[in-house]
């Protein structure tokens, strides 16, 4: 399956992710498809779906929780320019080029 989001560069302390039709996870374990491998951040911690042009990001039960635009979130709908912040990690969406807003 194709993932949610494009991954531009190495997870660092702040990644641009482009939204794709998919589903992408987020956390420790192995199996993500983003890897962050630090304190506060769950085996599994967080999901990105994405399908046609709407977007949702889901806490998946992780200790330390999601922001959203600064805001903590359990489940929320997304866009381009948002940022999701997972302990120290800003992910800034952004759209692929083929959409017009």
Do not use: C
Request: no cysteine.
């Amino acid at each position: 399956m194709q993932t949610a989001l494009k991954q531009e560069r190495k997870v660092d302390a702040t990644t641009k992710l482009i939204l794709l039709p998919g589903i992408l996870n987020i956390g420790q374990a192995t199996d993500n498809d983003i890897k962050i491998n630090e304190p506060g951040i769950s085996q599994y911690h967080a999901r990105v779906v994405t399908y046609f042009r709407e977007s949702f990001v889901i806490d998946l039960g992780s200790e330390s929780g999601i922001l959203l635009n600064g805001e903590r979130v359990m489940k929320h709908s997304i866009k381009p320019g948002d940022v999701i912040t997972l302990g120290n990690h800003h992910i800034t969406l952004k759209a692929p080029d083929d959409w017009f807003y």
